[in-house]
């Protein structure tokens, strides 16, 4: 079977893509043969890798997968107006670029975010004549609507139609939660024509140690609360300025942001205007370091904007912080991420703006109120049953080889 995958981001990006990049080895382990058209790398800090400099297009194979790659307009994730017109750049040199592989697929596998990739997936399937499975990790346009990023406009009401159009289209629909699958239907989408395949954890993750991260920053002794990922807009994380500044007379207890992104200078403006001395911003991290920095943590914290598409979601940062075994505090009214802890052993959420009742929590762990570490044992035990990322790699694979 040869089956190409269409997607703007891929390693050595950061963040989501990696769980399309596991699952393209592990079919390629399985006798698949696997192509990916994707961008030039620069997500999301906006920097080119040297290698990829001056490229129009760019060709390599990485553990057996066949990468192509094609200009897009570099952009930081701090300039989302930047970033959606690389959206169409891409559209178009990823058009272009697909003629120069002559493979025939027998299915195309279109991820999106961004809205263009189902298109193009689209698009190419009819050139082809293929099968198309469309794979939603996020909900466009209407998370950025509800988001605040997109004004709800005519522009935003063509697009959902279209993106609407283009799931009916499909020959299948892979979701990565069951909020979304249930969306679907909701559309007039048969729920035989979705298969909900989430994104797991890497084992890398559920083996990992501190790997002397304390040390290196000067935290030894201190009590870390970490939040790692995007500082973006769909996350509430004033919230945790808040709490940072209502606990600062503990000064051995520390905030730590790990990540970048739009809300980044807003947030150390916030730091700076409190005077703050327990909050840390260390930026963008390896991949291959995240795992250290979960488990030199006590406390992991996350916290979503309060909007319905946000019950439906489950981030992949969830599973990698339960694989870490800290306790996790989330913050959400309630939905899919949370009743995902509850299985797991039991969920520290809180409301998304409340800061007093973060602090709260903060401190019944600390103190021992709450047992963390043995929160922390039950969540790791369970994503390891359940949500290792090659379970779910064997069901990507099973419906590759059943449609």
């Not at 995958?5 to 698949?32: D, M, N, S």
């Not at 760019?58 to 970033?83: C, H, M, Q, W």
Request: proline letters at 5%.
């Amino acid at each position: 079977m040869n089956i190409l995958i269409i997607t703007q981001h891929f390693p050595p990006e950061r963040g989501a893509v990696r769980r399309l990049a596991e699952f393209a080895r592990y079919f390629v382990r399985h006798g698949i043969d696997v192509s990916v058209l994707t961008a030039i790398p620069n997500y999301p800090d906006g920097i080119v890798p040297e290698k990829y400099r001056g490229s129009l297009f760019y060709t390599e194979e990485i553990d057996g997968v066949k990468i192509y790659r094609s200009y897009v307009l570099p952009a930081s994730n701090r300039f989302p107006g930047k970033r959606m017109i690389g959206f169409i750049i891409f559209l178009v040199t990823a058009f272009i670029n697909s003629f120069r592989i002559k493979n025939k697929f027998d299915i195309i596998l279109a991820s999106s975010p961004p809205v263009t990739t189902p298109v193009l997936g689209w698009i190419l399937s009819k050139l082809r004549r293929t099968r198309l499975i469309i794979e939603i990790r996020d909900l466009q346009p209407e998370s950025s609507e509800e988001f605040g990023n997109l004004k709800p406009s005519l522009f935003t009401k063509a697009l959902k139609k279209l993106m609407h159009a283009l799931y009916r289209r499909a020959d299948h629909i892979v979701s990565v939660t069951e909020g979304i699958t249930e969306y679907l239907k909701t559309l007039g989408l048969p729920g035989s024509r979705i298969t909900t395949i989430k994104s797991g954890v890497d084992k890398e993750f559920l083996d990992a140690h501190s790997n002397g991260i304390r040390r290196k920053y000067g935290w030894e002794g201190k009590y870390i609360v970490l939040y790692s990922g995007t500082l973006g807009w769909a996350h509430s994380l004033e919230t945790i300025i808040e709490a940072a500044r209502q606990l600062v007379d503990q000064p051995d207890i520390v905030f730590v942001f790990a990540g970048d992104g739009q809300k980044r200078q807003a947030l150390e403006g916030m730091v700076r205007d409190y005077g703050l001395k327990n909050v840390y911003f260390i930026g963008l991290q390896p991949l291959e370091s995240i795992p250290y920095f979960l488990k030199a943590s006590d406390v992991l914290v996350h916290s979503m904007k309060d909007v319905p598409v946000t019950k439906g979601s489950l981030p992949t940062k969830l599973f990698e912080y339960m694989a870490s075994g800290k306790p996790i505090l989330y913050g959400s009214s309630g939905g899919e991420a949370v009743q995902e802890l509850e299985y797991a052993g039991g969920a520290l959420a809180f409301q998304t703006e409340d800061h007093t009742q973060l602090c709260d929590l903060i401190i019944k762990i600390k103190e021992g109120r709450i047992d963390g570490p043995g929160l922390g044992y039950k969540y790791h035990e369970y994503v390891k049953r359940n949500h290792q990322r090659e379970m779910w790699a064997e069901k990507y694979c099973q419906l590759l080889e059943h449609l």
